[in-house]
């Protein structure tokens, strides 16, 4: 799934100016934890797996490029831990202050969701002598 969501980094006191965006732009979904597996039609067992057929997903390979995935009714997919490939926003040369990391997913729409005012939301932080603290939250973080 590619440009399934955004991150900016903006620097609040500075008026909002945008200083990074993500480097992530590509999502694997694959069948890894039950939600509700009383819905029609929902597998017992996961149907979409990584790394095995009939699924061509390496949740691990940032360099894929055409990959089968899928989320099975009644399926969610929790792992993406902070530790994978590209899921970052350079920093290099910021300087201390307070910034304001904000995520966007599905804006296009592609999605058909019964709610989609959670598809949006913040993070406040104060950068001060090399250390990051978080100082708010906006909905749904």
């Known amino acids: 799934m590619r440009d399934l969501e955004s991150f900016e980094l903006k620097h609040?006191?500075?008026?909002?100016?945008?200083?990074g965006t993500n480097a992530k732009h590509g999502f694997?979904?694959?069948?890894?934890?039950?939600?509700?597996?009383?819905?029609?039609e929902a597998p017992q067992n996961p149907y979409y797996k990584a790394n095995t057929p009939p699924v061509a997903c390496a949740p691990n390979d940032s360099s894929a490029l055409d990959v089968l995935m899928g989320l099975s009714v009644g399926w969610g997919d929790l792992l993406y831990p902070y530790s994978l490939p590209d899921q970052y926003i350079d920093i290099t040369g910021l300087g201390p202050g307070r910034y304001r990391l904000e995520g966007t997913v599905d804006a296009d729409g592609w999605f058909e969701e019964s709610d989609v005012s959670n598809n949006s939301t913040w993070v406040d932080i104060r950068i001060k002598k090399g250390r990051a603290r978080v100082i708010g939250y906006g909905p749904s973080a």
């Open 12 to 19: 609040l006191d500075k008026g909002g100016t945008k200083v």
């Open 28 to 40: 694997c979904f694959f069948d890894n934890t039950e939600y509700r597996l009383s819905l029609p």
